[in-house]
């Protein structure tokens, strides 16, 4: 089985929106923290939003007021938001789940496939 599986990727246009979703298989072990990761070409694997028991939300400044993720740690599924969309944020999108100890080390961690998110006119 994919550890992770995402969907929702495609083609949007500059100003408009796009929701991507990520779902944990059953071949997860215990994970208390999700996110999404993006890679534009020619450009670092950056965070864009992370999720962690308790509540606590992280993104990148490049998103903000922009973006909203969204876990449900029940259903072990995170989402991510995106809106008012630029050409910048055209990369593949990946999300990933992972157990952190108390002090927030990554003890071990998944990966999906990545989605593509191509923001052109």
């Known amino acids: 089985q994919v550890p992770l599986v995402e969907s929702g990727g495609g083609l949007v246009q500059p100003g408009g929106s796009l929701r991507l979703s990520c779902a944990a298989s059953r071949g997860v072990f215990s994970i208390n923290a999700m996110g999404w990761y993006r890679q534009a070409p020619g450009k670092q694997r950056e965070l864009v939003a992370s999720d962690t028991d308790g509540g606590l939300r992280k993104y990148a400044d490049s998103v903000k007021g922009r973006f909203a993720i969204s876990r449900d740690s029940v259903k072990r599924t995170v989402d991510l938001q995106m809106s008012s969309l630029r050409s910048e944020g055209t990369a593949v999108y990946y999300c990933?789940?992972?157990?952190?100890?108390?002090?927030?080390?990554?003890?071990?961690?998944?990966w999906g496939q990545g989605t593509q998110v191509t923001v052109s006119s």
């Open positions: 990933c789940a992972a157990w952190l100890d108390v002090g927030g080390n990554t003890r071990y961690e998944y």
